[in-house]
């Protein structure tokens, strides 16, 4: 993998993803923000995908089962080439093709419309099923927010793709620690997310989820593990790279005209040392 691209490819899916954010004025920062390096291996590196032909029958899903962070699915598919980035910049205003939350009939490259907490993962899981039943050896990769896990579901899909064997899916949580009302330790503590998924007897790895490298590997080892479910537990920071999200960990933001200008400033100054490492 060349590490520098990726993390100049990360750089840029969050500056485009703040792009996306204001110009509805607010929005789904901190989940969106946390997930660009894991974008950036996905889109850059890993998945099999043709922007001229997103229904292509053998490509990789993505599934991002925390519909709210549509922001930062929205613009890497924007950098891959589904549609000029401009057009997300139309997030949630009327007749937008770009809604709060991910919508297949909507947004190009969008496989499943998620947004009801829980069911992504469901649906993730039965296309991962469905796609091994007509004989393709594409991979599914489903995203799932850490407060997602309270909901039951997420936990029954689990179980499901266990018990058929489904060794062409992944699962990421993204384990950040913050819900809508505050930390999830505080709400439902879940304890370990590792612990429990390697409890419905998935294929469990632990690691930084803002380093490419380790997601990277993570991915290879996932698929090298044959016969089971892969989960990968993405410990990541709320709001990453956005100068008025990440030190609250905001879960919505709604920041000033200012604050805005200084986060978007200091995202083009990492973008521009990325590039130049």
């Known amino acids: 993998m060349d590490v520098k691209k990726i993390k100049t490819l990360a750089a840029r899916i969050r500056l485009e993803t703040l792009k996306v954010i204001r110009s509805r004025g607010f929005g789904h920062v901190g989940g969106s923000m946390d997930l660009a390096d894991l974008m950036a291996v996905l889109y850059g590196e890993v998945m099999h995908f043709d922007p001229q032909n997103p229904r292509w029958e053998d490509r990789d899903w993505l599934v991002m089962s925390k519909g709210h962070a549509g922001p930062v699915v929205y613009a890497t598919l924007g950098l891959m080439g589904y549609y000029p980035l401009e057009e997300a910049y139309t997030l949630n205003h009327p007749g937008t093709r770009f ?39 594409n991979r599914v990769f489903c995203v799932i927010g850490d407060g997602e896990a309270d909901e039951g579901q997420v936990w029954e899909a689990l179980h499901f793709a266990y018990a058929h064997k489904l060794d062409n899916i992944v699962y990421f949580f993204d384990n950040n620690g913050y819900q809508l009302d505050g930390p999830t330790a505080a709400i439902l503590d879940h304890g370990s997310l590792a612990k429990k998924a390697e ?50 960990h905001d879960h919505s933001s709604q920041p000033t005209a200012e604050q805005w200008t200084e986060a978007i400033a200091a995202s083009e100054k990492a973008l521009a040392e990325a590039e130049n490492a």
């Open 199 to 248: 409890g419905f007897g998935l294929y469990t790895q632990v690691i930084d989820g803002h380093d490419v490298t380790a997601i990277y590997n993570a991915i290879q080892n996932a698929y090298d593990k044959k016969g089971v479910p892969s989960c990968i537990v993405l410990n990541t920071c709320k709001g990453k790279g956005a100068t008025f999200a990440e030190p609250k």
């Open 99 to 137: 809604p709060s939350h991910t919508d297949r009939l909507l947004t190009p490259g969008v496989d499943l419309t998620t947004g009801s907490l829980g069911q992504g993962v469901s649906t993730a899981t039965g296309a991962a099923l469905a796609n091994r039943i007509d004989g393709r050896d």
